[in-house]
């Protein structure tokens, strides 16, 4: 499985970004199909943290309280695509925001079985 992410950018305090996570790979369509796919981020000085995931399947989903009632996670089965809409930035967001995969529910780095590269979001306060 390959994680691709982008959106990440500057975006000044209460602003918005949307990242996209693009999966590919043989495996997704059968691994994934009872999978999670969620996002972390990781502060300089900080150890990685949960933000969101959501169930590819069945679409639930499940945030960390940081962000709950400000990001959106959802996902596009026809692209294989993940989204976190982040609305009402701080600047206590700024921080590498990682795509992941999961078998099992989970919001601990260490069971992440795939992750894709960073991409940075930079809120100015």
């Known amino acids: 499985v390959q994680l691709q992410a982008s959106g990440g950018g500057l975006v000044q305090a209460g602003g918005s970004l949307k990242l996209s996570c693009a999966a590919s790979?043989?495996?997704?369509?059968?691994?994934?199909?009872?999978?999670?796919m969620g996002w972390f981020r990781q502060a300089p000085g900080k150890e990685r943290e949960f933000v969101a995931t959501?169930?590819?399947?069945?679409?639930?989903?499940y945030y960390a309280n940081s962000v709950k009632g400000r990001f959106t996670i959802s996902r596009d089965m026809a692209e294989n695509t993940v989204y976190l809409q982040m609305n009402s930035l701080k600047p206590e967001d700024t921080a590498i925001y990682y795509c992941?995969?999961?078998?099992?529910?989970?919001?601990?780095?260490?069971?992440?079985?795939?992750w894709g590269q960073g991409t940075q979001v930079t809120v100015s306060s």
């Open positions: 992941a995969a999961t078998m099992s529910f989970t919001t601990t780095p260490e069971s992440v079985e795939y």
């Open positions: 790979g043989r495996t997704f369509s059968t691994y994934f199909r009872t999978g999670h």
């Open positions: 959501i169930n590819w399947s069945i679409g639930g989903t």
